[in-house]
């Protein structure tokens, strides 16, 4: 007998397989050729082969050389200090929340997730009014005449607080449905052995989240190469580019004031992508065979 054909996986898979070609996939192929064409967003592409890369790569008299170089690295600034707060601060307070003393999680949960809910833009604009010198907190309460975002280290410290403050939560919600996953009866068992809250969290609980904690690394790494609207709203790439990321120096070749150089632009944005692709395949060979 012809076993009959089931469609309704397709009507659930469908609208998001089209959705995904159209704005991501098909995108993402046309940034590529784009890459190896000379384009300013108004005539046709030119194509000109491997040239904008080896602008990129190899011609030091370039100006996209050291845009790149410069980019490229405040990128790498910016993911050295960010991306272990948003592993370690989320892990610590969802392990905190699950103590049996810990009143009211549910609310405090709700709490620490609200600032991912706020956009770049509003959450920036707080902490910029927090951080100025004569309006904000930092110079009213506490007394500091600095000039935050005119300044370094000081104009990466509030884009960090900026970062962590709204990614604390997301990462915290993670931790906590893998943490409460894990059987009591583990912990119990530890207790009854002498085992501490320090040995019962390398023991039992890290092991436990080994899957989750490979996945959040890999992804807010990913994101972070990304980063673009916390420098450009806190700082504008300053103070002497110092904070100037990759990505701004990317939509500014594109978008930017003059004649785009859109062309330009996709090769970098190709580059970063392969940056990030083969730094998360890093992270996920080496974490998972450190758990293994």
Do not use: C
Request: glycine share 8%.
């Amino acid at each position: 007998m012809k076993k009959k054909l089931n469609l309704a996986p397709v009507f659930f898979v469908g609208p998001h397989l089209i959705l995904f070609a159209v704005f991501i996939f098909l995108p993402t192929l046309y940034g590529i050729y784009a890459s190896f064409t000379k384009w300013n967003l108004m005539s046709d592409p030119v194509w000109v082969g491997l040239d904008n890369y080896r602008t990129i790569l190899f011609d030091t008299e370039s100006t996209f050389h050291t845009q790149f170089n410069n980019g490229l690295r405040n990128t790498l600034v910016f993911v050295a200090l960010s991306v272990p707060l948003l592993i370690v601060i989320p892990l610590m307070v969802a392990v905190a929340l699950e103590h049996k003393k810990v009143k009211m999680k549910t609310l405090i949960q709700s709490i620490l997730y609200i600032p991912g809910l706020i956009s770049i833009s509003a959450a920036a604009l707080i902490w910029s009014l927090m951080f100025n010198k004569q309006l904000g907190i930092t110079g009213n309460v506490f007394g500091s005449d600095t000039a935050w975002a005119a300044h370094q280290p000081y104009a990466w410290i509030i884009i960090i607080v900026l970062t962590v403050w709204g990614g604390v939560g997301g990462n915290m919600i993670i931790y906590r449905a893998s943490i409460s996953g894990v059987g009591q009866d583990l912990y119990e068992a530890a207790e009854m052995d002498g085992a501490g809250s320090i040995r019962k969290f390398f023991s039992i609980t890290l092991p436990s989240i080994r899957f989750p904690l490979i996945f959040t690394f890999v992804m807010t790494t990913a994101g972070a190469f990304n980063v673009f609207g916390q420098p450009l709203m806190m700082t504008d790439g300053g103070p002497q580019q110092s904070t100037h990321v990759l990505m701004m120096y990317i939509r500014q070749l594109a978008f930017g004031n003059g004649e785009s150089i859109a062309g330009m632009a996709s090769a970098m944005a190709v580059l970063l992508g392969l940056v990030i692709l083969v730094i998360s395949a890093l992270q996920y060979y080496v974490m998972n065979r450190n758990a293994t």
